[in-house]
């Protein structure tokens, strides 16, 4: 039986390519387009849960929030 679920992604740039890490589980891809790299990722993430069981927390989703930190001069 096949089913959708929805995990979330950041993508950043570094040196030549994007990556995209998906935040409910460890796993990160890479491509040279924003595109690219989120559709590396979809492909690894499917693949990872062939084996693995879908967490039950990301179903609630990660909690994403910015963070002020201090520098020093």
Known sequence: M?????LTAVVT???DW?????????LTSQGASVEESL????????LYFED?????TAAD?????????RLSA
């Open 2 to 6: 096949e089913r959708a679920a929805r």
């Open 13 to 15: 740039y570094e040196g």
């Open 18 to 26: 994007y990556v995209a890490r998906a935040l409910e589980v460890e």
């Open 39 to 46: 559709a590396n990722l979809r492909e690894a993430l499917e």
């Open 52 to 56: 693995q069981p879908f967490p039950a």
């Open 61 to 69: 989703g990660p909690i994403v929030a910015p963070l002020d930190i």
